[in-house]
């Protein structure tokens, strides 16, 4: 695996990087050798926060986690990722689709914890019109909703903005690749 590791207002330690790889190092079965594992550390007064993205073929898995302990958040990290390594192995087994970067012992490892099946229990349609993302940062704050899913009218495709943490907005626009 290629760690590709940086950090925002802290100096990545010869100790922080070898904890990362030794942490980050037991997820290697599920991935080929050439994966790329990106690291994002950072420091914002007292939370020490990192950021792991792995794009594996169509889909990133990706987590954040922070606490008071850089040390911390590194295990933290890494259990999420693994969970999510799980599900998504469950997923890919059940839908036959073998074709992806990982290695085979990925396939044949027992696992007994059980997974969580994906069921939609609730469909929602409703007309959309089209709106500047400003103004669906707004309806979204009169739905009192997290997340507002709208036809931008800029560029007639559908987007979504959502509310961050630090009381900011982001904007989702679709890719395709």
């Given at each position: 695996?290629?760690?590709?590791?940086?950090?925002?207002?802290?100096?990545?330690?010869?100790?922080?990087?070898?904890?990362?790889?030794?942490?980050?190092?037991?997820?290697?079965?599920?991935?080929?050798?050439?994966?790329?594992?990106?690291?994002?550390?950072?420091?914002?007064?007292?939370?020490?926060?990192?950021?792991?993205?792995?794009?594996?073929?169509?889909?990133?898995?990706?987590?954040?986690?922070?606490?008071?302990?850089?040390?911390?958040?590194?295990?933290?990290?890494?259990?999420?990722?693994?969970?999510?390594?799980?599900?998504?192995?469950?997923?890919?087994?059940?839908?036959?689709?073998?074709?992806?970067?990982?290695?085979?012992?990925?396939?044949?490892?027992?696992?007994?914890?059980?997974?969580?099946?994906?069921k939609?229990?609730?469909?929602?349609?409703?007309?959309i019109?089209?709106?500047?993302?400003?103004?669906?940062?707004?309806?979204m704050?009169?739905?009192?909703?997290?997340?507002?899913?709208?036809?931008?009218?800029?560029?007639?495709?559908?987007?979504?903005?959502?509310?961050?943490?630090?009381?900011?907005?982001?904007?989702?626009?679709?890719?395709?690749?």
């Amino acid at each position: 695996m290629n760690y590709i590791i940086s950090g925002k207002n802290i100096d990545v330690t010869p100790g922080l990087k070898q904890t990362i790889e030794k942490k980050l190092g037991k997820l290697e079965r599920y991935f080929t050798p050439e994966t790329d594992i990106v690291v994002t550390l950072s420091v914002e007064k007292e939370r020490q926060k990192i950021e792991v993205t792995i794009p594996v073929k169509g889909t990133i898995i990706r987590s954040e986690q922070e606490s008071n302990d850089m040390y911390v958040s590194i295990d933290l990290v890494e259990e999420v990722i693994e969970r999510q390594l799980r599900k998504y192995k469950t997923k890919l087994i059940a839908k036959h689709q073998e074709d992806v970067p990982f290695s085979t012992g990925f396939f044949e490892e027992e696992d007994d914890t059980p997974e969580e099946e994906v069921k939609i229990i609730r469909t929602k349609r409703f007309g959309i019109k089209p709106m500047y993302p400003e103004d669906a940062c707004i309806q979204m704050e009169l739905l009192g909703h997290n997340f507002f899913v709208f036809c931008n009218a800029e560029t007639d495709e559908v987007n979504v903005v959502y509310r961050r943490k630090n009381n900011t907005y982001g904007l989702i626009e679709p890719e395709f690749q």
